[in-house]
């Protein structure tokens, strides 16, 4: 059922849910760690070896925490631990295993954009080209001319966002819209179509805001140059050729392999948490609508930062960052064409997340892609909002935090980075509903 709040209640929550739902395919990373960050300049501590034990205690306390379930692949090197707690259904206790198929949002979005940097590196894409040049009619007019295919990849292009406008009763605080569309197919034109109508994030170049659309239009621009279903190219360009055997995009609104159950709170809105395993993606499209493994992310990561996948000169373009800030000018993160780097006290990592209705995944990788952490989880928008409508911090947010720092740094200290690792809502301005 859906809770229902008083009147006054509602309209101070009604921006924020805005906010929030705006963010849905933008990050799956958990509450900023509550620890000191590394000092800038400051010399890196080389994280330790597996500690086994450790890390199965550091998953046990995710669970503790109140996760529903979570799994992981963590790695050194050739040495790896792969581990899984919880559950994967509440209702008949099936446990979570740590093989299992994820719905990984925007996770996608560094797949897609490799395949783009691949047909720059063939000469048929220029990065700091206008969008307008190949796809007049898809985004046409002044924009086309002035926002470059960069801008579009990380995330400067000013587009908005469509989510609130592909599901309308978000902005209402109803997520009737959710279940309405669980079998409902979106082209991605009309998801264009959404975000060039929602209200624009900034001018072309301006700063960072984060928006599907801009990976939507990264995949109708691979359409153009290359004749071919985008979804193909990624799965033959990239997916395979990194020797992924678990990783797609869906044929239908089911996960293929074996996977849990993925549940959505929505902060409490929805009470208790639905599952959300069956869903339509084509609402994420290129943008977000991948699953995968906790092993082909990590496979993924290191075959990319070992260039394996572009050319030096490409790869050096995709680790080229923007700063990541929120609306109050807070440094988030550091974002490049669809990876991101964040700096922890053992050094800086690259990698992304993703986050759809039910289930949130997190990767991240060294430089060397020796030392790597991919996590999935099953219970989303577990926190509560505030009388303000802000989100409150959780339990498994901290337990998320130590987790991070036993996987990434091999201590039992929550990884605190240079700067906080976003959150949903910092990942999108407040909005408007769209008209």
């Known amino acids: ?33 509550a620890i000191a960050p590394s000092s800038p300049g400051a010399a890196a501590q080389a994280p ?55 719905r990984v949002g925007s996770m996608t979005k560094a797949f897609t954009s490799v395949a783009v940097l691949q047909q720059v590196a063939r000469g048929r894409i220029d990065l700091d080209a ?13 924009r086309g ?33 959710l279940d309405d569309n669980r ?22 170049g301006e700063k960072w ?24 190219v990624i799965t033959r360009d990239v997916i395979r050729r990194a020797g992924l055997r678990h990783t797609y995009f869906p044929r239908s609104p089911y996960v293929d392999g074996p996977h849990a159950k993925m549940y959505e709170s929505f902060y409490g809105l929805i009470d208790p948490p639905r599952d959300y395993s069956v869903y339509d993606m084509s609402w994420g499209g290129t943008a977000g609508a991948l699953i995968s493994t906790t092993a082909d992310l990590d496979d993924f990561y290191r075959q990319l930062l070992a260039g ?21 000018g807070r440094l988030m993160m550091n974002y490049g064409l669809g990876v991101y780097a964040v700096d922890l006290p053992c050094g800086r990592f690259w990698g992304h997340d993703g986050a759809v209705f039910g289930a949130g995944t997190v990767a991240l990788s060294s430089p060397d892609g020796k030392r790597q952490m991919s996590l999935a989880f099953n219970l989303m928008k577990y926190q509560k909002l ?50």
């Open 130 to 142: 206008p969008i307008g040049r190949y796809l007049p009619t898809v985004v046409p007019g002044e």
């Open 308 to 328: 394996r996948l572009l050319p030096e000169a490409q790869l050096r373009q995709m680790q080229t960052t923007v700063p990541a800030r929120d609306e109050n």
């Open 386 to 435: 505030d009388a303000n409508g802000k989100v409150e911090p959780s339990p498994i947010d901290a337990a998320f935090a130590a987790f991070y720092g036993r996987a990434l740094c091999g201590t039992g200290k929550a990884a605190a980075p240079a700067a906080p690792l976003p959150r949903a809502q910092d990942l999108a301005p407040a909005m408007a509903p769209r008209r």
């Open 48 to 102: 330790a070896g597996l500690d086994r034990p450790a890390l199965g205690a550091a998953l046990d306390a995710v669970h503790a925490a109140g996760m529903y379930g979570a799994f992981a692949d963590v790695r050194d090197g050739s040495d790896e631990w792969q581990g899984a707690r919880g559950v994967a259904d509440v209702t008949t206790g099936r446990p979570m295993r740590p093989e299992f198929q994820q």
């Open 1 to 33: 059922m859906l809770l229902t709040r008083p009147p006054r209640r509602r309209a101070r929550v009604a921006s924020a849910t805005v906010t929030l739902a705006l963010a849905l395919l933008a990050t799956a990373v958990p509450a900023h760690a």
């Open 183 to 204: 079998f409902r197919h979106v082209r991605p034109e009309e998801l264009v179509r959404l975000g060039l109508e929602a209200r624009p994030t900034g001018k072309p």
């Open 145 to 177: 001319r002035t926002i470059t295919v960069r801008m579009l990849l990380n995330h400067t292009s000013g587009i908005g966002d469509y989510v609130v406008a592909a599901f309308p009763s978000l902005a209402k605080l109803s997520t009737k819209s």
């Open 209 to 232: 805001s984060y928006s599907n659309t801009n990976y939507v239009i990264a995949g109708l621009l691979l359409q153009h140059v290359t004749g071919e279903d985008p979804q193909r």
